[in-house]
């Protein structure tokens, strides 16, 4: 039995075996090095480990330029977003140069390949459709260097995960799967706690495939979202009380958010495809960010490439709610009843509640979530 292939056909590995990190490590103390901000850090280690497969570096300018300008690499394949290491300055920057993490500690090497400029409120425009600095992405682009840098990576050392349980690589992922006889399975990708829409959704997917992917966001998010902790810890309660434990896998997605919305879907979807997953939810407003992006947007990209090319099917949900007529979850596709018979609540009003003690009714949230998010609130608060 196999599992679907990497996009591209083969699983990176970009990480130097342990060893041969002394002397790599040795090596990288002697070099020039460049401080990673902690997203790119994360897509440092997430080409070392295969999960975006197939890049094993830092964009050149072909490549570069044609997923900014097409949502496809060079060579072809689909490609949505830009992964670049960008740099203030580029004194010294040839041949090898190791890369450093937030805390200063060596994570890599880079093979400098090229050294390129483009304007970045190009590269704004053209990925997350604005210009606007209001817009975390953006904001956090033009924060960059103005000078990009090409090249094959190496990973030399892993930053530490927030839930060590939790960090699986694709190659760990792929392994769960097989050993569980899984062929096919649905990646769910989230920032949020799972309510009762998100369960509704995982569970109508769970209907047509072999097994779940809970793959929650837990790399650096806006602040007002829920803490990582707290979210983890309602995951668990609501995986333990209301799904089969053999049809679930809980892992944390170490990359950041970067809040492109349509283009993140696309991306979202080929990184768990090298995750071993052949199906992924897209939800309303799938990555946006307040209201840059349309809410069916994130679904609407998917028509731009033929069918089969991605590799991985996307499953596009509509919003869902309980409908109190009904008696059941429900969708605009599935019931017939006015608003006024839908219990909706928007994340920041549930964030409110929680706060401050008033808890979200049974059909918005398990009783079981709303205590271990109400309890991981107070947390932050006292
Ligand atoms: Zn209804």
Redesign the pocket.
């Known amino acids: 039995m196999t599992t679907i292939a990497p996009h591209g056909g083969t699983l990176v590995n970009r990480m130097i075996a342990d060893e041969e990190r002394p002397a790599a490590l040795e090596l990288a103390a002697a070099l020039p090095s460049v401080a990673l901000d902690a997203r790119t850090l994360a897509d440092l280690e997430l080409i070392g480990t295969g999960g975006y497969s197939p890049l094993t570096g830092f964009m050149g300018l072909a490549d570069y330029q044609r997923v900014i300008h097409e949502m496809r690499l060079a060579g072809g394949l689909p490609w949505s977003l830009p992964i670049t290491l960008r740099v203030t300055q580029v004194k010294a920057l040839r041949d090898t140069v190791a890369l450093a993490a937030p805390g200063g500690a060596i994570a890599g090497l880079l093979e400098v390949r090229e050294v390129y400029t483009h304007p970045k409120d190009a590269e704004a425009q053209l990925v997350y459709g604005t210009t606007d600095a209001k817009h975390p992405g953006v904001a956090q682009l033009y924060a960059q260097g103005d000078y990009l840098v090409g090249g094959d990576v190496r990973l030399l050392g892993r930053s530490a995960p927030a839930f060590a349980e939790l960090a699986l690589d694709p190659a760990d992922t792929r392994r769960a799967f097989m050993e569980r006889g899984w062929r096919t399975v649905v990646g769910f990708q989230t920032r949020n706690p799972v309510h009762r829409a998100h369960e509704y959704i995982q569970k109508t997917a769970l209907e047509t495939v072999d097994g779940l992917l809970l793959h929650p966001l837990l790399g650096p998010t806006k602040d007002d979202d829920v803490p990582a902790a707290a979210r983890v810890a309602s995951y668990r309660v609501l995986l333990e009380r209301y799904y089969p434990r053999d049809r679930v896998l809980l892992a944390g997605f170490p990359a950041a958010m970067r809040y492109a919305g349509p283009r993140e879907a696309v991306f979202h979807a080929l990184v768990r495809k090298n995750y071993g997953c052949t199906h992924f939810i897209v939800g309303r407003d799938h990555a946006g960010v307040g209201d840059f992006y349309g809410s069916y947007d994130a679904q609407r990209i998917f028509e731009r490439f033929a069918p089969g090319e991605l590799g991985i099917q996307p499953l596009c949900f509509e919003h869902t709610f309980y ?6 979850m ?1 969708s605009g596709k ?4 006015d608003a006024e ?2 219990v909706t609540l928007s994340g920041t009003r549930v964030r409110e509640m929680l706060r401050s003690g008033t808890l979200p009714p049974p059909e918005f949230s398990r009783p079981e979530v709303v205590q271990v998010l109400a309890a991981g609130l107070r947390e932050v608060a006292a």
């Not at 409908?323 to 059941?328: I, L, N, P, S």
């Not at 599935?334 to 009843?337: G, I, S």
């Open positions: 409908c109190r007529r009904c008696d059941g429900a599935t019931c017939p009843h018979w839908h």
